[in-house]
């Protein structure tokens, strides 16, 4: 598929690159759809083709011939090509990157809720890191007050911000949109599956796989990459108001279908196949035995309890698959909340599991380290804490992060930890193929989705 979006001619004016004049494997694209985009002048972004057993080196070097950035070289390690963006870019485009649009969502839609690219340009000079469910009318608002985007609609929506983000901001760097999708992808004219706790009691992991593999598929098509699910808590109080998005109350079952689920949205590699989506890995941890069984709240859990029924199921997904993103949990653990822990994030979740993903807070987390649990006594303290403890993205819409470009510069904050958090981000994008390929098309609408 080409990396441009059907129908649309604002790309005309692009230089068109000469075919290959001897064998080359392509990359992103076959040679027939090379030599008809070459025909028409409609790349986007600038796809190399590189011959057969092509080095990073020579990748690199290639780059530097022909004056593309190394970042844009879908030939180029994923590293290497993270490595040049992230030499390239301003603090301020870095946490950029780690924040996200929902609730303000209509600071830059049109009076018709369509996308506005002079108003982004304005209030998103920077770019975006995250777009926040894009089948959504103007963000939090109920559908049953304002029907959501058909399939359609979300696709032009997608496509009009990641012709701003590509076109009109400095580096071009692509969007990553997110969804939920815990039974099915949560958005009209979508499937909808039996929630976890029933899929749960039929003990079929393959099942599971199934159904999730549908659901990447419809959000996919969309031109969604990534989706909130699937949620791997251990549920032990039955008074928990949501048990029904859990798998049940067995660490062993809970994990063996979190894998399931995994595989079944974004496949088994490390990137993501055409019909795939990142998963978001969830609530890690003690969720699912709050006190009094109050949502949210405190989770006096000891380590030994942790190890033995509440972390199984998250170990088990992240060292059994390649698992995009993990979200902590709402609640404190013996004192400590997930967002502000750095033991639970950085020592036992990365250091002794090795996860390689991204940490993405669950929505105004990081904001209730001040509002909730009182800890930090403004936002920008917060943004300071959570950013040192391993969280890398600000869920739904980066209300504390935006500190963090002051933070560095009054020396409160390590640039550094900006760095990582950036590095991360931008590691899912190229994992995703965003930067060859940004948008969605239309092609496909007809055969997905209920």
Known sequence: MLAVPPNDTSHAHASPCNAPSREFNTVFVTKRAWRTATALGAIVLPLLVAPTGVTAQGATAASQAAG???????????DARVDDLLARMTLEE??????????????????????????????????IGQFARPSDAKGPVSPRELRGRNARDTVALINAVQRFAVEQTRLGIPVLFHEEALHGYVAFDATMFPQAIAMASAWDPDMTRRVNAIAAREARARGVHIVLSPVVDVARDPRWGRIEETFGEDPF????????????LQGTGRT????????????????GQPESGTNIGPAPISERALRENFFPPFEQVVQRTSIGAVMPSYNEIDGVPSHANKWLLE????GEWGFKGIVASDYSAIDQLMTLHHIAPDLESAAILALESGVDLDLPDGISYRTLVASVRAGKVSQSLVDRAARRMLELK???GLFEQP????????????
Not at 253 to 264: C, D
Request: a neutral charge; glycine letters at 8%; charged letters at 20%.
């Open 68 to 78: 593309t950035p190394l970042y844009r070289n879908p030939a180029a390690s994923v």
């Open 94 to 127: 870095k946490v950029a990157q780690l924040m996200t649009v929902w609730v303000e969502k209509t600071e830059i839609f049109d009076s018709n809720l369509q996308f506005d690219a002079a108003k982004a340009k304005q209030r998103y000079p920077d770019g």
């Open 253 to 264: 079952l809970v994990g063996e279908l979190g894998v399931a689920a995994v595989e079944g």
């Open 272 to 287: 993501l196949g055409p019909d795939k989506v990142f998963a978001t890995l969830k609530h890690m941890t003690g969720h």
């Open 347 to 350: 020592g036992v979740l990365r």
């Open 430 to 432: 190229v994992r995703a």
């Open 439 to 450: 948008f969605a098309t239309t092609d496909n609408l007809d055969q997905v989705g209920s």
